[in-house]
């Protein structure tokens, strides 16, 4: 009794286990939203650097900036893609954003970047005038989502010395 009962019991949970396998494997697998809000902000700060070809998709119509950094900016949607064009001129080719961390809560995705380029091109940035300086700043953005689309945004930064 006592081996037939062992080989018993190893095989109801050899069953069971490739049954529940077969059932975890061909499971749907669904995009949860705080995982489609993190890819929504990833394109967003994607396409910060390299120009907006997506912005509608991205950004929702009523979206607002808290954002300290951006003072000469209307802080909606339409100046976007003005600020990402005014950076993208200022430091040219050397400007570049790096993601370090993404989480998401819910409606919430934060996002920490660290910024590096060097301010060659024409305009003021941060109030500032191109002085042929590198820049290298860390970078805290929260972005509030609904419906898969951005709507609010706080962000600050801070220089890495």
Aim: no cysteine; hydrophobic share 40%; glycine share 10%.
């Amino acid at each position: 009794m006592g081996l037939e009962n062992g080989v018993w019991v190893g095989s109801f949970i050899f069953v069971i286990a490739f049954v529940y396998g077969v059932y975890v494997v061909n499971k749907p697998v669904t995009v949860g939203l705080e995982e489609g809000n993190q890819a929504v902000v990833r394109r967003f700060v994607d396409e910060m650097q390299n120009g907006f070809q997506s912005l509608d998709e991205l950004v929702a119509d009523d979206f607002k900036s808290h954002s300290p950094l951006t003072p000469s900016h209307s802080q909606d949607k339409a100046s976007i893609p003005q600020l990402s064009a005014e950076m993208r001129a200022a430091f040219q080719d050397t400007g570049r954003v790096e993601l370090i961390h993404i989480v998401a809560s819910g409606d919430l995705v934060t996002t920490h970047k660290v910024f590096k380029g060097k301010h060659v091109g024409p305009g003021k940035i941060l109030g500032q005038d191109p002085n042929n300086q590198t820049h290298h700043h860390r970078l805290m953005d929260v972005f509030r989502m609904r419906d898969g689309k951005i709507v609010e945004h706080w962000g600050t930064w801070s220089p890495i010395i």
